[in-house]
């Protein structure tokens, strides 16, 4: 990813069909995955990259969190996209002045996202564990800061909101 360049991870992996290796899976609560991502591979594949860009101190720009908490990812690290126009999607920036190699690979049963660079950016991110409220209503709340510092100096946070599986009426 080349300087000031921005990555879709959708754009990246359409189209999700089966002619380009994507199958159905079985998504949350046992039901059936489409082929363009929900709950599948892709979205997995997403939440790495999503990880990999905030820890790398890289501008987030559009992510699509899933709608409930998931067991497969730390709450509020998650994303998902769906390969298709307007549908959910994962953006970031290269605001770096060097060309970035994003990687995505199994390690055993773990799926990891890795950012290389070709010299050193001198960029220090530090992520705190995201902060957790449970609300009333069976739904919560997450934020996950981080203090970037080197060639920038940035603090922000990543908020998201996951619906109660079971509302209470």
Do not use: C, E, W
């Not at 994303?79 to 959910?88: C, D, F, I, L, N």
């Amino acid at each position: 990813l080349k300087p000031s360049m921005s990555l879709s991870v959708t754009l990246v992996i359409s189209p999700v069909t089966k002619a380009n290796g994507f199958t159905p899976a079985l998504g949350g609560f046992g039901a059936r995955s489409a082929v363009d991502g929900t709950n599948g591979g892709a979205s997995a594949a997403a939440s790495a990259v999503f990880q990999a860009a905030f820890n790398a101190g890289l501008p987030v720009g559009k992510r699509t969190a899933y709608p409930y908490l998931t067991v497969s990812t730390v709450p509020g690290t998650d994303a998902q996209v769906h390969a298709r126009p307007r549908g959910a999607t994962l953006t970031f920036s290269n605001n770096t002045k060097h060309i970035l190699l994003l990687g995505v690979v199994m390690q055993g049963k773990l799926l990891k996202a890795y950012i290389f660079n070709n010299s050193a950016i001198g960029r220090t991110t530090t992520t705190l564990p995201p902060a957790v409220t449970l609300n009333q209503d069976g739904s919560t709340d997450t934020a996950l800061k981080r203090q970037i510092s080197g060639d920038i100096s940035v603090a922000d946070q990543v908020a998201t909101h996951y619906q109660a599986i079971d509302q209470y009426p």
